[in-house]
Nanobody, 126 residues
Framework: QVQLVESGGGLVQAGGSLRLSCAAS????????MGWFRQAPGKEREFVAD????????YYADSVKGRFTISRDNAKNTAWLQMSSLKPEDTAVYYC???????????????????WGQGTQVTVSS
């Protein structure tokens, strides 16, 4: 089992920045690729970013590429999502998720992830 707890959400003006954190406990953190998803009201949960177990490769949704940065520190059992140049359309509940390393699953599908956090609200005002 892996327990994931997100923090760092809040209210920010358009153009501002936030950094989300995802603290993991339980089984070995480095055994998992880590992803961030988001869900806006009335919409499906969508992929935002993913980072491989060793931080060597990252993936981003086109909508956030160049504005968001995913990172991790295996010694701290923590992953982050640095969000800059925020837009009102980034408003959503953001979830971190863990996907077993080398599972052969794709990074952009919700069903590929084995564990999820409870989510943190990000609201961007115009």
């Amino acid at each position: 089992q892996v327990q994931l707890v997100e923090s760092g959400g809040g209210l920010v003006q358009a153009g501002g920045s936030l950094r989300l954190s995802c603290a993991a406990s339980g089984r070995t953190f480095r055994s998992y690729d880590m992803g961030w998803f988001r869900q806006a009201p009335g919409k499906e949960r969508e992929f935002v970013a993913d980072i491989t177990w060793n931080g060597g490769t990252t993936y981003y949704a086109d909508s956030v590429k160049g504005r968001f940065t995913i990172s991790r520190d295996n010694a701290k059992n923590t992953a982050w999502l640095q969000m800059s140049s925020l837009k009102p359309e980034d408003t959503a509940v953001y979830y971190c998720a863990a996907r077993v390393w080398n599972s052969g699953t794709n990074y952009y599908t919700r069903g590929s992830y084995n564990y999820w956090g409870q989510g943190t609200q990000v609201t961007v005002s115009s």
